[in-house]
C-alpha cells in the first residue's frame, strides 16, 4: 500500500483510522527503510483491538457515558504513540457529537430532490439549528475535559492536534463555536484541521461559507485533507471533477501545510492523477 502511494509521487502518506494493528509491522518497516515518510495520524490508528472497520467515531471524546469517554483517551494515547514510533508530526481528531436525529441526511436528500433550498428545507434546517444548540452544552463539556485530559501528552510528544471540521450538523464543533473552542486551548499544540470537502457540504446547506470559515480559523490551521464534492454532499471525488474552488482557498494555503489528499479507494489511478495535478497547477508543488 505504502509502495504504491509512494509510485504515484507522494514523499508522505497519512495514516487513517482503517489501519489495524496487524499492518503495523510492514509500516514501520517501511518508515524504517525510507520507502516512505508519515505526514500524519488520523485518530483511532491503529484500529482498537477487535475493530476490523474503519472506525473514528468508535469511541467520542464528548460521550455521555464515563467509559466510553476513558476508552476514547486510551486509544487516542495508542495513536500518540503510534505517531512517535512513525515521526509523524500530527494526529487528526474527531471532537465528537451530540445526540440528535439524522438532519443532515434528510437536508442533503432534500437539496438534491429539490436542486435548491426551498421552504421544506429552510423549516427543516430552522428545526435542526435551534435542536443542536439546545442540546450541545453538556456534550461540548465532555469534549472539552477529555481534550484537556490528552493535551499534556501531545504536547510531551510535541504532537499537533488536527482538530477536523466536519460534515454533519450534530458535530462539535459547531461552524459558529470553532473560534471560542481555540480561545478554551489556546495551546499551539491545539490546531485546526480543514477538510474542504466537510466545508463544501456546509456551504451547500446554507451553514457557512467556505473561504471565510477557513479565512476565520487560518492563524491556527495546520493541514488539510483534499478531495471534491458533487452536489450537494458526494464527496471524496478527485479534484477538479465537483465544485470546490481551489483557487479561492489557495490565499491560505502555507509551506508548512500538510495537504492530504483524501480520494475514494473507488477511483481509478487516472482520476487520482488529474486530480493532484489540477490541485499542484493552482495550489504549485509545495
Not at 499534556?152 to 464543533?173: S, T
Request: hydrophobic share 40%.
Amino acid at each position: 500500500m505504502l509502495r504504491e502511494i509512494r509510485e504515484l509521487g507522494f514523499e508522505y502518506a497519512e495514516l487513517s483510522h482503517g489501519v489495524s494493528i496487524s499492518l503495523m509491522p510492514g509500516i514501520l518497516a517501511a518508515v524504517g527503510a525510507g520507502e516512505i515518510k508519515i505526514s500524519s495520524l488520523h485518530n483511532f490508528c491503529p484500529l482498537p483491538m477487535g475493530v476490523t472497520h474503519a472506525a473514528p467515531n468508535l469511541y467520542e471524546f464528548s460521550a455521555e457515558k464515563d467509559y466510553e469517554r476513558d476508552l476514547a483517551i486510551r486509544c487516542t494515547l495508542k495513536t500518540f504513540e503510534f505517531a512517535e514510533r512513525v515521526q509523524a508530526p500530527a494526529v487528526v481528531l474527531h471532537l465528537g457529537s451530540m445526540e440528535l436525529k439524522d438532519y443532515t441526511g434528510r437536508l442533503c436528500d432534500l437539496l438534491e430532490r429539490d436542486g435548491k433550498p426551498t421552504s421544506q428545507f429552510e423549516k427543516l434546517r430552522g428545526e435542526a439549528l435551534a435542536k443542536r444548540e439546545a442540546a450541545k452544552g453538556k456534550f461540548v463539556a465532555h469534549m472539552y475535559e477529555t481534550l484537556r485530559q490528552l493535551l499534556p501528552e501531545a504536547e510531551k510528544r510535541g504532537l499537533k492536534l488536527g482538530c477536523e471540521n466536519r460534515q454533519a450538523l450534530e458535530e462539535i464543533p459547531l461552524e459558529s463555536d470553532f473560534l471560542s473552542f481555540f480561545s478554551e486551548f489556546p495551546s499551539p499544540n491545539v490546531a485546526y484541521w480543514h477538510d474542504v470537502g466537510h466545508a463544501q457540504i456546509k456551504e451547500n446547506l446554507g451553514l457557512i461559507r467556505h473561504v471565510a470559515h477557513l479565512e476565520s480559523l487560518a492563524a491556527r490551521l495546520v493541514g488539510f485533507h483534499i478531495h471534491d464534492v458533487q452536489f450537494p454532499d458526494r464527496d471524496h471525488s478527485a479534484p477538479g471533477t465537483g465544485m470546490i474552488d481551489y483557487a479561492a482557498l489557495k490565499p491560505f494555503v502555507k509551506p508548512e501545510h500538510i495537504r492530504v489528499f483524501e480520494l475514494s479507494p473507488a477511483l481509478p489511478v487516472e482520476a487520482v492523477k488529474s486530480g493532484i495535478a489540477h490541485v499542484k497547477k493552482i495550489w504549485g508543488d509545495g
